[in-house]
């Protein structure tokens, strides 16, 4: 079972960038899909971007299309989120997960990092 662990979140302005990365241990990596979740205070958690276990197909929320960019690298056990043109509603909980081993892409994921804050002010 692979196992997750974000970084790279921290306090910036609106208009900045900023880099989250997800590293993962334990075997098999690339034969997961994942994508990155957004947690606030009184709410579920919300898929913000995936990426196929191959890192060839993505999906983004609305919000977050043009200016966030999810990529999976294979080789390093990575994935990351690069988020250009922060935005204040951008401010959250930024959570790694991985979904179910073997599948292509996925719609549910099963195993979660302890996630990275990330809170932009104006």
């Known amino acids: 079972q692979v196992q997750l662990r974000e970084s790279g979140g921290g306090l910036v302005h609106v208009g900045d960038s900023l880099r989250l990365s997800c590293v993962a241990s334990?075997?098999?990596?690339?034969?997961?899909?994942t994508a990155w979740y957004r947690q606030t205070p009184g709410s579920e958690r919300d898929v913000v971007a995936a990426?196929?276990?191959?890192?060839?197909?993505?999906y983004y929320k609305d919000s977050v299309e043009g200016r966030f960019t999810v990529s999976k690298n294979n080789n390093n056990d990575t994935m990351d989120l690069q988020m250009n043109d922060l935005a204040v509603e951008d401010t959250g909980l930024y959570i790694c997960a991985a979904g179910p081993k073997g599948y292509y892409s996925a719609y549910t994921y099963q195993t979660w990092g302890p996630g990275t804050q990330v809170t932009v002010s104006a």
């Open positions: 334990g075997p098999d990596f690339a034969d997961y899909p």
């Open positions: 990426i196929s276990r191959d890192g060839l197909v993505t």
